[in-house]
């Protein structure tokens, strides 16, 4: 069974294919995925490493956390499992917008 890596602390400019062949030296790589902006589409600068299995991944832990990677000092441990976040835009579950007809009409 894999093991799931978070990686943190990448470079902007760091790619998918760049991070499979760092993360292949500690053992065999499952999928990695850079994480975006879902507005922008810039990458957040952190990402997740899927390890064939739970040794390669320990391995990985213990080879490239802290280690520099494109003048950055990599974060990687092991990754938790995501909370459940409620969706909406604010307003107490109005989604956000503005009310009373936005100021159109107003005064008229």
Known sequence: MGAKLYVGNLSYQVT?????????TAGSVAS??????NQTGRPRGFG???MSSSEDAQKAIEM???KSFKDRNLVVS?????EKRERGGGGYGR??????????????
């Open 95 to 108: 989604g956000g917008g503005g009310g009373y007809g936005g100021g159109r009409d107003r005064g008229r």
């Open 64 to 66: 490239l956390n802290g």
């Open 78 to 82: 092991e990754a938790r499992p995501q």
């Open 32 to 37: 990695v995925k850079i994480i975006a902006d």
């Open 16 to 24: 998918e294919q760049e991070i499979q062949e760092l993360f292949s």
């Open 48 to 50: 997740f490493v899927e």
